[in-house]
Every structure is written in C-alpha cells, then in structure tokens.
C-alpha cells in the first residue's frame, strides 16, 4: 500500500504469528485481536514476559563465562588492598557503566585505591597505549574494562607483561585472538551460555557486580539500575529480542527507581530538572533524544570525564554546576553538527554522490571533528536512507563513523575489509574504523562494492505495521494494555497500527511555527482525536482525504485526559 504523504513510501502488513498462539493471547487477557498479534508475533509463547518482565527476566550472572575467574580476582584484590584502574568508554554506555562499578566497587576498596579513566576521542575506543603506560608508571595491579577491551590483545598483553591483571567486561563481537586478560566476560563469546546476547557494556557490568556482592553476601545494589537503563537505551541495543526481554525489563526497572527518587545518580536526577523532565513520565525516546545528546556531548565537544563526574557526584551544588557545563558542550555541538552537515552536503553535490544510484553515502573531510561525524553520518543515514559513512581525514590516518539502515549489516561490512584496516568495531547499525590515509581509497571503492552486493541480494524494504485494528477497539484499555509493552526502542518499537476507511475534521495547526496538525479522525460513526507531529504542512492532504487508511499509534492527551492516536503515514485504502 502506498503512502499518500510521503512518495516511494510502502507499508504492508508485518508476518502473521501462529493463529492458535493468537487466539491464546485473546482468551487469556480478552483484548483485541489486533492487541493479540501484537503479542504473539513479538513474544511468541514468552508473550506473558511482553506485559510483565519483571526481576524473575534478570538472568544469572553466573551463566556468563569468565564471570567467576572475574570475581575471584576482585575478591582478591579487595582482600589485599589493591590499586584498581577502571577503564570505560567515552560514549554514555561506557560512562554509565565506569559510573557504575566506580559506585559499586568503592565501598568494597580501601578509600583512594580506585582511579576511573573514560577516555577520550584523540586516542579512540578501548584502551590507548598511554593509558598501558599510565596504569604502569602508577603503580596499579588491576585494570576493570567496561565497554571495551575486547578487541584489545596487544594492550592487555603489555599491562601483562608488566604484571598487571585486567578483567574485560564488553558487549562487542570479539576478535579471533582474545586479549590475554585474567577474564573475559562478554555475552557475544562464542558458545557462551548467557541466555541474552545483547546486553550493553553497562549491563554486563552490572553482572559483575550483581555476581560480586552475590558471593560476598551483600544485597544486590538494583539502585544502581538507573544507569543501567540509561546507557542500556544510549547504546541502542535491543531492548526484545526473539522473546527474551531482560534488557527491557532492566530498563523498566531502571525508570521505576528513577519515578520514585531511588536511582543511585543525583547528577542525572539534576539533569532531568535541568532539561524540565517529569521523571515519573519518563521515555525511552527523552534519554534518547534529551538526556544522552547532552551527556555525549562531553565526547563531541569538551571534556567526557565531566559527564563521568555528573553521574558520580553526591553534591546537588557539584551537580548543577556540572549540568550547565554539559548544556554548553552541547549548544557548542549542536553549531559543530549544523556546519559539518552542511558542508557534507555540499561535498555530496560538488562530488555528484548520488545514494540512490550507489547504496551508500561516502564522505571525507580533512581534520572533520570526528565527535561530530557519527552524528553527521546518522543525518544522512535517516534523510537519504542508505548506509553513510563520514571519514575525518588526518595527517597520517583517517578515522571513520558508519551508520546503516535496516537491512544492512555495517560491522559485517568493515570484518570482510579488516586486512586494510588499523582498527574497527562497533555494531550492526552503528559502526567505526581507523585506516591509513593511503588505503583510504581502496576503502571507500570496497565499501561502496559491499554496499552494491549487499543491495543486489536484498528486497526493497517496505514499512510494516503490526496490525489492522477498528475504531471501536480504541479506548482506555486499549491504550493502557498497548503502553504496557514500553519502554520502546530497537526490539521493541512503538506498534503501529492500520485503521482503514478513514475520514478527518476539525483540522487546526499547533505548536511553534503552527507545524503540527490536530484534528479528529472517523470511522463507522466513531470519532477519535489525532495529533500529527510535524506534518502541518500535510494538512490539505488529511482535509480531502475520504476512505483512506491511516497508520498510527497509540497515544493519550495528558492536557485533555484522553486517549488520542498519533498519526504516522496516509495510505490508499
């Protein structure tokens, strides 16, 4: 079916489940039909963990391999005193999850004996050969990664021979050679046993830690959950996936700590004032687009550790201080982020790149700030949609940000061109490398190759809805039943919905330069209210339209106290 709105747009709808699991759905909870394919396709016979993946979700930590070899060197460490240098990434599953062990680990250590690094763009993720040498000069007999360390062989090899141990915890594809490391605890090991796969680098921390205070007899820390929802939503890993929902229930755990004031981080709380956050009404979509923007902000445009020092904070003064510092990186990155967009247009226009034709968006720029070219590159991943990667070329190496789309695996990308690389990683959707600028143009010829490959074999992508569903079916229940299902993200995403033989009226613009349409939307003599987030200038489209179908979600008026549907898409019929 094609969209009305916006051209060379298809919807159809997404594959049916098995119509007796179906019917299961229905009889138990006596909701809808279009609420029971929900279900069933995205739970399968776990549907019952979709609506409730409460604590008995959160797998045991002990099914992860290299977590015992772990906690018996920290015990050790924490019996004999030792000097502990934590490593995190600099993006926010990394900080969230330096922040996290950093709050875990201290009560267990002699005061002063834990020092956190985050690193920084100039020596890129993971760990950096001046960190080795650091953690050397000064005297440390343990090094703790999180987010990273995986692919760090001849790192961890040096501290070794330096006699210190390291303990990696990561979420990354790990290499064929893993780093010498007195334990490696990551998920995507081959043949480990954890029953989910996906976690993010702060979850699988907060499995080491879980692990820890199980075996010293200490409550599990759950109020340290809040961190780990919010680097678990930031790195954008699937919150569901195949049924098995445990980073969905983390984060909704997370955001019920943060709606009664229990979270373990004053700085976030702070934040959230700072940005007018209602933390009892939080989203996955403002950490997402609100708060995490602010804390990579660190990263793109100033220093990270002030974001490591935010989440750490137990000074309401320190914090705010901090939080205005993090808003100013940000409005610096926000100008950074315009201007390197623009000017990755106008190379696309000079260079005639035409991502239709190619595949795939290529650009390169000498000394591009590389805090900013994941951002540039997830603009035109989403404008254009084809894969984008944007290269800030240096004097002797270039480093480049990748972003894909649904149906192109960015990361198996980059591995079939690992012989001509320095270093890469990243995941599926969003990737990075580092290369010398004399391969640069072998690169950017293999990439667009892969990219020609990849769509040869590929279906056009077409959008999908979960279900056709009535007007009549819309109401309280309907829209509690369907909110149930969040926090959303990738996994999970809002449902959409059909509604079909539609009519509108009472159309109004609203919001700031009048760019949203609201209005009501009929069908067989019951009307709903529908707010159409920035599609003002589609109002003539909705005016005309009669016995059209209507793609939607869910939603609710808190202004009003009603439930509404918020328009996505017009199709034909």
């Not at 000064?138 to 790192?155: A, R, Y």
């Not at 009307?527 to 179908?549: E, K, L, N, Q, V």
Request: some cysteine; hydrophobic content about 40%.
């Amino acid at each position: 079916m094609n969209s009305l709105l916006f051209p060379g747009r298809e919807w159809e709808p997404a594959p049916s489940p098995d119509e007796d699991l179906v019917g299961e759905v229905v009889s138990s909870l006596g909701c809808s039909r279009g609420l029971g394919i929900l279900l069933a396709r995205r739970g399968g016979k776990r549907w019952r963990g979709l609506l409730d993946p409460g604590f008995p979700q959160f797998h045991s930590p002990f099914s992860l391999s290299g977590i015992d070899a772990g906690i018996a060197r920290l015990r050790e460490a924490i019996s004999r005193g030792e000097r502990l240098f934590i490593h995190g990434d600099f993006d926010v599953d990394g900080l969230t999850g330096a922040a996290l062990l950093y709050r875990g680990l201290s009560p267990l250590f002699p005061k002063g004996t834990i020092k956190v690094e985050v690193g920084d763009r100039r020596h890129g993720h993971g760990l950096s050969h001046e960190f080795v040498l650091r953690a050397i000069d000064e005297g440390f007999s343990l090094v703790l990664t999180v987010d990273c360390g995986v692919s760090n062989v001849d790192e961890v090899a040096a501290l070794r021979e330096a006699g210190i141990d390291t303990i990696i915890t990561d979420h990354h594809v790990p290499p064929k050679t893993l780093p010498p490391a007195v334990a490696v605890i990551d998920p995507q090991l081959p043949g480990d046993a954890y029953p989910n796969p996906h976690l993010a680098g702060v979850g699988v921390a907060y499995k080491l830690l879980s692990a820890l205070y199980e075996r010293l007899g200490k409550p599990i820390p759950y109020q340290l959950l809040d961190l780990v929802g919010l680097g678990t939503i930031a790195d954008l890993v699937p919150l569901s996936h195949d049924g098995e929902v445990e980073n969905r229930a983390l984060v909704r755990e997370a955001f019920n700590l943060i709606a009664r004031g229990e979270g373990s981080s004053l700085g976030l709380r702070v934040l959230m004032e700072r940005l007018s956050l209602n933390p009892k009404k939080l989203s996955a979509s403002d950490i997402g687009y609100i708060i995490a923007p602010k804390l990579n902000a660190a990263n793109r445009a100033g220093d990270p550790k002030v974001a490591f020092l935010l989440l750490t904070t137990k000074l309401r003064e320190r914090a705010e201080y901090l939080s205005e510092v993090l808003l100013d990186y940000n409005r610096d990155r926000e100008v950074a982020q315009t201007d390197l967009i623009a000017q990755a247009q106008e190379e696309m226009a000079k260079e005639g790149i035409d991502p239709l034709r190619d595949g795939m968006i290529i650009l390169s720029g000498k000394y591009w700030n590389e805090g900013i070219i994941g951002l540039a590159a997830s603009n035109l991943a989403d404008r254009y949609r084809v894969p984008t990667v944007i290269i800030s070329e240096g004097d002797r190496v270039s480093r480049g940000s990748c972003r894909s789309v649904d149906g192109f695996d960015m990361i198996a990308c980059l591995r079939e061109n690992a012989d001509i690389l320095v270093r890469y990683g990243g995941h599926k959707m969003a990737a990075g490398f580092t290369v010398k600028n004399e391969l640069l143009p072998e690169l950017e010829e293999r990439l667009l190759e892969c990219a020609s490959r990849k769509r040869e074999k590929s279906a056009p992508i077409r959008e999908q809805y979960d279900a056709a569903i009535d007007a009549a079916e819309i109401d309280m229940r309907f829209y509690t039943n369907i909110r149930s299902l969040s926090p959303y993200g990738p996994g999970n995403p809002a449902p959409l919905f059909l509604m079909r033989d539609c009519r509108f009226s009472g159309l109004t613009l609203v919001g700031g330069q009048r760019q949203h349409l609201k209005g009501a939307v009929s069908q067989n003599g019951k009307s709903i209210p529908f707010i159409a987030f920035r599609m003002g200038r589609h109002i003539d489209a909705f005016a005309t339209a009669s016995g059209t179908g209507l793609i939607f979600r869910p939603g609710f008026d808190d202004w009003r106290g009603a439930v509404q549907v918020e328009a996505v898409d017009l199709i034909e019929g």
